[in-house]
DNA sequence: CACAATACCTCATCTGTCAAGGTATATCGG
DNA sequence: CCGATATACCTTGACAGATGAGGTATTGTG
């Protein structure tokens, strides 16, 4: 838990865009990454990572490919597009309006009060 | 246009408690007051609004009263309750949490390679 | 008198999340 | 050898929040 759903909401696509920046990967070994990026404070459900997956590549910002592993189970790969680096890109620029707009209207109770 | 909405989408009750936190007011005041706060770079959809309300007051954050304007339209005004105070400075703590995970999850692809 | 601003409300629809279910392979302890 | 656990993928239906579109009523202005 931790962290809840609706406050992460917006921001899975570019969370996974952000992950491929450095490369190739595929759905579980994403989703491993994020739990360690975040000390095991936050990962996706599956339904919502492989949602998110369709989501994009029909958008087209990353296409997937078949990995060819000889033993253990097959892995789809992703790669990110021009596109979803550009979407990337944007996407940061989006968060720390975010961050300035919240962080305005969260803290606005006890920043008011400033002509004392 | 500004902020996408998914971005605030978990924010909304806490944002409406965060100015009744100030002190009683009404919809459609709160609302100007966020446009003020934010620059006119954000303000909730009136349907958003209302039903936040109704969210809010059904889950005891906040009650409401008419108020007795001689003049003008009618305004219903919303208080915070002690409940809805401790939603608010909670709130806080997830919104702190919010911001660092999410901090790392977005620049995940420009500060990995720490090793050079 | 038309229009804008104030001020409230509802309903149907859309989108993203997710619980629950499924498939298949590899490894490890007993 | 068998059951559990980990890896790795997928789909479907239900649910919750946001919102477009519509509505009501009052007051002030040109």
């Known amino acids: ?9 917006g921001h899975t696509d570019n ?23 975040t000390d095991r404070r936050f990962e996706f459900k599956e339904a919502t990572l492989y949602t998110a997956f369709r989501r994009l590549e029909q958008s087209g910002a990353i296409i997937s ?12 790969y992703y790669s990110i597009t021009d596109k979803g680096r550009r979407q990337y890109i ?6 720390e309006k975010t961050k300035n707009v919240v962080d305005r209207l969260l803290y606005a109770a006890k920043h008011e009060p400033e002509g004392l």
């Open 1 to 9: 838990m931790s962290i809840a759903s609706d406050l992460i909401r």
């Open 15 to 37: 969370i996974i865009l952000s992950l491929l920046m450095k490369g190739d990967s595929y759905g579980y070994r994403i989703n491993k990454d994020i739990m360690e990026l």
């Open 65 to 76: 490919y078949w990995g060819d592993e000889q033993a253990g189970a097959r892995r789809k």
């Open 90 to 95: 944007e996407s940061l620029t989006e968060w």
